[in-house]
């Protein structure tokens, strides 16, 4: 899995359809006192911008509440049936790419 900082991100700002949004959906305050999460002070060699007195490992969730949680919001952001005519769009593109290659085992 690659993780993109948000710095990293603006770079493609100039390729995408309007300055790129980020919101916080893993390890939130709420989620911390929910989960019990550990907490520890930042380290001084930590060079990232933090306003906090102290730091939590996304890692520290539960793969299943992490992936939970992550899935509820990417499908908040997401419309259906968008969603829906993508992958009948794939069906068909899958069909057609079958016929095409099944001809070429003939030749």
Same mark, same amino acid.
């Given at each position: 899995?690659?993780?993109?900082?948000?710095? %990293?991100?603006? #770079?493609? %700002?100039? &390729?995408?359809? #309007?300055?790129?949004?980020?919101?916080?959906? *893993? +390890? =939130?305050? %709420?989620?911390?006192? *929910? &989960? &019990?999460?550990?907490? *520890?002070?930042?380290?001084? !060699?930590? $060079? $990232?911008?933090? !306003? #906090? =007195?102290? !730091?939590?490992?996304?890692?520290?969730?539960?793969?299943?509440?992490?992936?939970?949680?992550?899935?509820?919001?990417?499908? *908040? &952001?997401?419309?259906?049936?968008?969603?829906? $005519? +993508?992958? =009948?769009?794939?069906?068909?593109?899958?069909?057609?790419?079958?016929? $095409?290659?099944? #001809?070429? %085992?003939?030749?």
């Amino acid at each position: 899995m690659v993780i993109l900082t948000a710095s %990293e991100l603006r #770079g493609f %700002e100039p &390729h995408a359809r #309007g300055a790129p949004e980020f919101e916080r959906v *893993a +390890v =939130t305050p %709420e989620q911390i006192a *929910a &989960h &019990h999460l550990p907490t *520890a002070p930042p380290k001084a !060699t930590d $060079r $990232r911008s933090f !306003t #906090g =007195t102290a !730091t939590t490992q996304a890692e520290a969730l539960p793969p299943d509440i992490l992936a939970g949680i992550v899935r509820a919001a990417i499908e *908040a &952001h997401r419309d259906p049936e968008v969603h829906r $005519r +993508v992958l =009948t769009r794939e069906d068909v593109e899958r069909v057609a790419i079958r016929r $095409r290659l099944s #001809g070429l %085992e003939q030749v």
